[in-house]
């Protein structure tokens, strides 16, 4: 149905695609996997017309086409899912299908008309939507399929997906492979961009794995396993799973009780919460994402007004509720942030000062009479950070923005995990990090723990959670929905509680 023959593309030094080649049998589901910046959407964006190739050729049912843009790929039967929906937002879901569909026929669309169409589309593909639902009002989960009609309503015998399950929570990733089994089933023909193997092994027939702009490996799914993947992606073997042995807890580090934040107006974000975190022990937060995990992160951290906490927060036996971020700092408090453009880094700023960040008024930065900047001292803590957290390039004048995120948030963690501190609050971790990287940061977070911090880590990714926590609270509008034991509970249960279905 599509081949890439020879495909290559360059963006200034950087060599995207270098004669990338693979094919996508009619019927068939295919999945493209590789680590960030593997060039798997570029590949799939010449495919669509988005941009040209430098070299190579594009096949469709067997013969070369020219695509020289999106509607050219249109008309061949190609559709496009980006990473980043392109709805218009006060419009409505039939509004956007039709949008664009009909060049020159905008005063006179018969919008009616065009809502039995999509009706009749999403009967038969089982992407329930009401076309006259405006897009603002529609969940993630349900934008995504208005992504899916426009394409099919353009008559897509090609579906091609950019990431299309970073937005889902698990059960929504579910009901999502249903419905592209289903598309397969009606004879579609899907290419899904992932980086997650777990779903590369559930959903597709065929897998094409890409590094550094070239194909290292095309496969049959059910003949590969996660570590061949992994390793094909990285260039070497990778540790999936963190191993680590029982958690050794020991006294009480951080005791939480009646905890909640105001949002705006009368909401709450943080709605009530208590529980209790031990040293030696990781205690992970799962929520689909705005449920309170950012706001109940800030608060422990100190980044929150008093004026808008109730409850109380103690660290070590002490009420620290009323404590700013820079004393919870110096009593051992080390905050990983999620953000870290907005709060993790100075991205103009060196590495060297990046790793002050924080500690800056005190040693090592500060020497002699805690008023001089200790360069040497600073120096030295950087050197540490960058040796101990593998950050590369390994130049401490370097700008943090000249880093990759994997590398800047190696930068983050190292400076927080090396103060050390006695209570850890870890956010998103691992978000937009690649899966050598991932093993790396894992396997500090299990040594912190294991040399007595209390850890608390909120992740959106489940696997993340679930496999490196002691403990699992579930948070769900502000509120703990349950807390469970992650080597005793399922995707499914906990995808429940996340959703508000069911409580333990
Ligand atoms: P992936 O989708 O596998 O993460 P991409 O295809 O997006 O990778 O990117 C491959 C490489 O090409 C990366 O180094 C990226 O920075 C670069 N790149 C992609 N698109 C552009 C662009 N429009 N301009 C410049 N560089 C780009
Ligand atoms: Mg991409």
Redesign the pocket.
Known sequence: MLELRNISKR??A?Q?NDRVSFTVPTGTIHAIV?E????????MRIAYGFYTADSGDILVDGEVREIRTPHDAIALGIGMVHQHFMLVEPMTVAENIVLGSEPGSAVSLDLKKAADEIRKVSDEFRLTVDPNALIENLSVGQQQRVELLKALYRHAEILILDEPTAVLTPQEVEEFFAILRGMREQGKTIVI?THKLSEVLSISDNVTV?RD?KVVGDLKTSETNAAELARLMVGRDVLLRVEKPDAKAGASVLKVQNLSVMGRGESKRVDNVSFDLRAGEIVGVAGVEGNGQTELIEALAGLIPGSHISGTIAFEGRDITQLDARKRKELGIAHVPEDRHRRGLLLDFTLAENTILGVHYRKPAVGFAGVMLDQKGIQRRTEQVIRDFDVRPPNPMLPARALSGGNQQKLIIGREFELPPKLLLVSQPTRGVDIGAIEFIHRKIVEMRDAGCAVLLVSAELEEVTSLSDRLLVLHNGKVAGEVDPKKTSNEEIGLMMTGGARS
């Open positions: 963006f200034g950087v995207a590789g960030n910046g593997a060039g798997k959407s570029t590949a961009i890409m702009g």
